[in-house]
C-alpha cells in the first residue's frame, strides 16, 4: 500500500504552480492519474521513485517510510522496490534482451532470469538487441525488467502512448496480468480514456497539481448517473443521411460501430467529438466469432480416420 | 433520442433486475434495468431521473389491444416526415413529445394523419434511466 502527500512548486507552461496531492493506492490496486501534459503526473511518479524529492510531505510504501519532510527521511532511489516503466522504453542499447533484464535483477533473487522472460512470452528474444525489437517488444522487455526486483510497487508513466493501437491492447492486457500477479499497488499515468476504463480500479483527475476529481473511471468521466450497461467510449468520424435518418460511424480503439441517430441528435454531435455509445444490456446479440467450418459428414469423416479433407 | 423527465414512484427488484415506475406527470412510465437500491444512488423513491428511449424502439397503434407492452401513451400526431423507408411521427402526448422513427409501409398502413388519435407504444426493456439527482 502506498499512502503519499506530496508538495513542490513547479513551471508549467502557463506560469508556476504547486502540486499538492494527497492519495492512498491498495495492494492490489491500479490506480491512474489522468490529465493534461505539464499537470504534474510524471513529477509524482518520479518523487515516488526517489528520483526527484518533494519539499513537503511524505511517502509511505507497506508501512515503511521512504520520505519525509519534517523527519527528513529520504530513502535513496536504488534503495526504493519500484518497477518503472517509461513512455521511451528506456532499454541499455548496447545489451541483449537477457542481459537488460540480468542487470537489473537482484543476484539474490530466487527467481531465473528465463522464467521472467518466458512469462512474457519473449525467450527467444533472449540474445537480441533492442534495436532489433518492434515497440511493443521493446516495452515488453522494459515491462519485465521492471518487475524483475519483485518490486513494492509499479509506476508506468504513458507506457503505450507511442504505440499502435492493436499493440497497445495487447499490452494493457499484458499489464493488467503481470498487476494481478505482483499483487502491487500499480500507478498508470495515462491522457487515454479509453485506456482508463479498461485499465484502472481508481481514477485521480489532476489538473496544475490538483486532484480535481476520483472515484472509478464511470464516476470521474460520467458524472451523471446513467443506467446502460452497454457503453464504449468513442469518437464521431461522420454523420452521415440515410433516408429521413442519420447514420453516425463511431470508432472506439479497435472497432467501428454505425449508430443510427433522429435529426435532432444528429444535428448535436459533429465529427472530432467525443461520445459514449451506450445501450441497453438488453439489446446486443453475442455471436460466436469463429463460426465451426466443418460439417456433421467431415467430422466423422475425420473421426474415421479416413484422413483430412481439405 | 426521446427524453422525458420523472420522478421514482416504485421499485422491484429481483437477482439485480427491477422493473422501475416513473411519474412523468403525464402517466407512468416503466422501465427494467440492471440497477438496483444498493448498486445505484439514483435508485431511490422520489429520486428525479431521466427517462430515455430511442425513436426507434417506439411503435405506434390505432389502439394498443391486449398486448405485453407496459407503456401506452395516447396521443395526437403533430408532425410527420416521410421518407422512402423510414418515416418519423411526432407524437403529443400528457407526457410531452415523442418521436417515433417506424417503417413508411407501416405509416401508410395506419394511415396517420396530423391530429391523428394515435397511440405510442415503448418496451420497458427500451428503457433507460440517467439519475439527476437524490431528493433531500
Redesign the interface.
Known amino acids: 500500500m502506498i499512502e503519499a502527500h506530496l508538495e513542490k512548486d513547479l513551471f508549467g507552461a502557463s506560469g508556476p504552480f504547486r502540486l499538492s496531492v494527497n492519495f492512498r493506492v491498495d495492494d492490489g490496486q491500479c490506480v491512474t492519474f489522468y490529465g493534461p501534459s505539464g499537470a504534474g503526473k510524471t513529477t509524482i511518479l518520479r518523487m515516488l521513485a526517489g528520483l526527484e524529492t518533494p519539499q513537503e510531505g511524505f511517502i509511505s510504501v507497506n508501512g515503511e517510510l521512504w520520505f519525509d519532510a519534517r523527519k527528513r527521511v529520504l530513502l535513496p532511489s536504488r534503495k526504493r522496490r519500484v518497477g518503472f516503466v517509461f513512455q521511451s522504453y528506456a532499454l541499455f542499447p548496447n545489451m541483449t534482451v537477457g542481459e537488460n533484464v540480468a542487470y537489473a535483477m537482484q543476484k539474490t533473487s530466487a527467481v531465473k532470469l528465463e522464467d521472467l522472460l518466458d512469462l512474457a512470452g519473449i525467450l527467444e528474444l533472449k540474445d537480441r538487441y533492442p534495436s532489433t525489437l518492434s515497440g511493443g517488444q521493446q516495452q515488453r522487455v522494459a515491462l519485465i525488467r521492471a518487475i524483475s526486483r519483485e518490486p513494492m510497487i509499479l509506476l508506468l508513466d504513458e507506457p503505450l502512448s507511442a504505440l499502435d493501437v492493436s499493440t497497445r491492447l495487447e499490452l494493457q492486457d499484458e499489464i493488467l496480468r503481470i498487476h494481478r500477479l505482483l499483487g502491487a499497488a500499480t500507478i498508470l499515468v495515462s491522457h487515454d480514456k479509453q485506456e482508463v476504463f479498461r485499465m484502472a480500479d481508481m481514477v485521480l483527475s489532476i489538473k496544475e497539481g490538483r486532484i480535481h476529481a476520483e472515484g472509478s473511471p464511470r464516476e470521474v468521466f460520467f458524472k451523471?448517473?446513467?443506467?446502460?450497461?452497454f457503453a464504449v467510449t468513442g469518437r464521431v468520424l461522420a454523420i452521415e443521411r440515410a433516408?429521413?435518418?442519420f447514420r453516425a460511424f463511431v470508432s472506439t480503439g479497435t472497432e467501428m460501430l454505425q449508430v443510427?441517430l433522429?435529426?435532432?441528435?444528429a444535428k448535436r454531435f459533429k465529427p472530432g467529438d467525443e461520445v459514449l455509445v451506450?445501450s441497453?444490456?438488453?439489446?446486443p446479440m453475442l455471436l460466436p466469432l469463429f463460426e465451426p467450418f466443418e460439417t456433421k459428414e467431415l467430422r466423422q469423416v475425420c473421426q474415421a480416420g479416413v484422413g483430412y479433407i481439405d | 433520442m426521446n427524453r422525458v423527465q420523472g420522478r421514482i414512484l416504485g421499485i422491484e427488484a429481483s437477482d439485480g433486475v427491477s422493473l422501475v415506475d416513473i411519474e412523468t406527470g403525464g402517466g407512468a412510465i416503466s422501465a427494467v434495468i440492471l440497477e438496483t437500491p444498493e448498486s445505484s444512488e439514483y435508485m431511490r423513491l422520489g429520486a428525479e431521473v431521466y427517462v430515455l428511449f430511442k425513436e426507434t424502439e417506439v411503435a405506434l397503434g390505432l389502439d394498443a389491444g391486449k398486448m405485453s407492452y407496459l407503456n401506452v401513451f395516447d396521443g395526437k400526431v403533430s408532425g410527420m416526415r416521410c421518407g422512402r423507408v423510414l418515416a418519423e411521427v411526432v407524437v403529443w402526448t400528457a407526457a410531452g413529445e415523442i418521436v417515433s422513427i417506424i417503417t413508411k409501409r407501416s405509416f401508410e398502413r395506419l394511415g396517420l394523419k396530423e391530429g391523428a388519435r394515435v397511440k405510442a407504444v415503448i418496451k420497458s426493456t427500451e428503457v433507460a434511466l440517467q439519475g439527476l439527482g437524490v431528493p433531500s
Open positions: 451523471r448517473r446513467f443506467s446502460p450497461k433516408d429521413i435518418v443510427i433522429g435529426e435532432r441528435d451506450a441497453k444490456a438488453f439489446n
